[in-house]
């Protein structure tokens, strides 16, 4: 094991300030989507030693976070394959080592099939004892990976659920928990305006509260990429996804729900706290293997590896590595994620925190866009425009700046 690599780490804890967020990354999947690259694995023989790592991690990291834990979130992986003495157990030591806010927002990440399955007898019964033990453990919010409600999209993607148990899981959990999201994909190969039309359809018929959608990317090293490469999936169309993008906003804007965020959209009061800390630059520890953490000033990641993640924190030692953000980086941070939400980029803010040569060279840089109308300023903040929206990512990377001062 690389101790070395991980024992001389120090985090500047006054920094951290004043509340935060846990994220907790639970590595486990039941199979492997086409188009993922997150870490994970599909055995989950090392289930249990992994549960005792992250809280053993949990304790050893108590003191950088100071102030109240505002935001708990489960990702992964399939957080939802948890048992509910695992989750107990997790929430256990974070009670005892933090100081959880009581309006504290608590989200899980849950796979369709691991709420209910159509496949087996007493299924009120099976989905009514896991909704309840989600709930009984602290669980507040439900995060449920829809992706799509059709059995064709599904199976392209290669996921564990079935369309029935994808519109199925959604009305059981209603019963349990207000506050829900669901995940939807657009830009799916050989998804045609009238089927994703239909998903969001079904989706805001369905009077869930929040909605993250978000376009399908061929990432490198995954099945999709190879199956494209080999001719056995058609590749990815941007102009369709641009459509699908825009028939979202749309319907969206019908159905009363806010874009907040350029792929989340949610009804008032139900924005998610978690992403929104993220995009306001809030304190976060990333807690499990592969898990990235941010304290104001540097950002942090764990080893993505179980068995070596598991054998660190056995002997005490944090697998983590961290990157200390220059200026400018914290400058091309705030362009991305600003330009992404509803609040935009301060121009105020970018000269108080920042410098006047800064905000200087931003409005230089932002003409192009201004002129085309893909940008626009109000009240001394800059908007990305319902033109421009689709191309937020593109128009940022034209603001970013190196080595300015």
């Given at each position: 094991?690389?101790?070395?690599?991980?024992?001389?780490?120090?985090?500047?804890?006054?920094?951290?300030?004043?509340?935060?967020?846990?994220?907790?990354?639970?590595?486990?999947?039941?199979?492997?989507?086409?188009?993922?690259?997150?870490?994970?694995?599909?055995?989950?023989?090392?289930?249990?030693?992994?549960?005792?790592?992250?809280?053993?991690?949990?304790?050893?990291?108590?003191?950088?976070?100071?102030?109240?834990?505002?935001?708990?979130?489960?990702?992964?992986?399939?957080?939802?394959?948890?048992?509910?003495?695992?989750?107990?157990?997790?929430?256990?030591?974070?009670?005892?080592?933090?100081?959880?806010?009581?309006?504290?927002?608590?989200?899980?990440?849950?796979?369709?099939?691991?709420?209910?399955?159509?496949?087996?007898?007493?299924?009120?019964?099976?989905?009514?004892?896991?909704?309840?033990?989600?709930?009984?453990?602290?669980?507040?919010?439900?995060?449920?990976?829809?992706?799509?409600?059709?059995?064709?999209?599904?199976?392209?993607?290669?996921?564990?659920?079935?369309?029935?148990?994808?519109?199925?899981?959604?009305?059981?959990?209603?019963?349990?928990?207000?506050?829900?999201?669901?995940?939807?994909?657009?830009?799916?190969?050989?998804?045609?305006?009238?089927?994703?039309?239909?998903n969001l359809e079904i989706a805001l018929n369905l009077?869930?509260?929040?909605?993250?959608?978000?376009?399908?990317?061929?990432?490198?090293?995954?099945?999709?990429?190879?199956?494209?490469?080999?001719?056995?999936?058609?590749?990815?169309?941007?102009?369709?996804?641009?459509?699908?993008?825009?028939?979202?906003?749309?319907?969206?804007?019908?159905?009363?729900?806010?874009?907040?965020?350029?792929?989340?959209?949610?009804?008032?009061?139900?924005?998610?706290?978690?992403?929104?800390?993220?995009?306001?630059?809030?304190?976060?520890?990333?807690?499990?293997?592969?898990?990235?953490?941010?304290?104001?000033?540097?950002?942090?990641?764990?080893?993505?590896?179980?068995?070596?993640?598991?054998?660190?924190?056995?002997?005490?030692?944090?697998?983590?590595?961290?990157?200390?953000?220059?200026?400018?980086?914290?400058?091309?941070?705030?362009?991305?994620?600003?330009?992404?939400?509803?609040?935009?980029?301060?121009?105020?803010?970018?000269?108080?925190?920042?410098?006047?040569?800064?905000?200087?060279?931003?409005?230089?840089?932002?003409?192009?866009?201004?002129?085309?109308?893909?940008?626009?300023?109000?009240?001394?903040?800059?908007?990305?425009?319902?033109?421009?929206?689709?191309?937020?990512?593109?128009?940022?990377?034209?603001?970013?700046?190196?080595?300015?001062?």
């Amino acid at each position: 094991m690389e101790e070395n690599k991980y024992q001389n780490i120090e985090i500047d804890n006054a920094l951290l300030g004043s509340g935060g967020g846990l994220y907790i990354h639970i590595p486990f999947c039941k199979q492997a989507c086409h188009y993922c690259d997150f870490h994970f694995s599909t055995s989950l023989k090392k289930k249990g030693e992994l549960v005792n790592a992250l809280c053993k991690e949990l304790v050893l990291r108590k003191d950088e976070l100071k102030g109240e834990v505002e935001t708990i979130y489960f990702g992964g992986g399939t957080p939802s394959l948890l048992s509910s003495e695992e989750l107990q157990q997790i929430f256990k030591t974070i009670h005892k080592n933090y100081q959880v806010s009581k309006n504290a927002e608590i989200t899980l990440e849950a796979n369709p099939d691991d709420l209910i399955n159509v496949s087996l007898s007493a299924v009120e019964d099976i989905s009514e004892a896991k909704l309840k033990s989600l709930k009984e453990a602290g669980i507040n919010r439900l995060s449920i990976g829809i992706q799509s409600f059709f059995e064709e999209d599904l199976k392209l993607m290669n996921r564990a659920h079935n369309a029935t148990e994808a519109l199925e899981c959604i009305k059981e959990a209603k019963q349990y928990f207000e506050n829900i999201s669901i995940d939807l994909i657009y830009g799916i190969p050989k998804m045609t305006n009238e089927r994703w039309k239909k998903n969001l359809e079904i989706a805001l018929n369905l009077d869930v509260p929040h909605l993250s959608c978000y376009a399908l990317t061929v990432e490198p090293k995954t099945a999709l990429k190879k199956f494209i490469e080999k001719g056995i999936v058609p590749p990815v169309d941007e102009e369709m996804a641009k459509q699908h993008y825009e028939i979202l906003l749309a319907e969206t804007e019908k159905a009363g729900l806010d874009n907040y965020e350029f792929s989340n959209f949610g009804k008032p009061g139900f924005h998610s706290r978690n992403n929104t800390a993220y995009w306001e630059g809030k304190p976060y520890l990333g807690i499990g293997p592969s898990a990235h953490g941010y304290d104001g000033n540097s950002r942090s990641w764990n080893v993505a590896n179980n068995t070596k993640y598991i054998k660190s924190i056995e002997v005490g030692v944090l697998p983590l590595e961290t990157e200390k953000l220059s200026k400018e980086d914290k400058y091309n941070e705030y362009i991305m994620t600003g330009l992404r939400t509803k609040k935009g980029v301060s121009l105020e803010k970018v000269e108080s925190e920042f410098g006047k040569n800064y905000s200087e060279y931003l409005l230089k840089q932002a003409a192009n866009a201004l002129k085309n109308e893909l940008l626009i300023l109000e009240n001394q903040t800059l908007k990305v425009s319902k033109k421009g929206k689709f191309l937020s990512d593109g128009i940022a990377a034209d603001l970013f700046l190196v080595n300015l001062d």
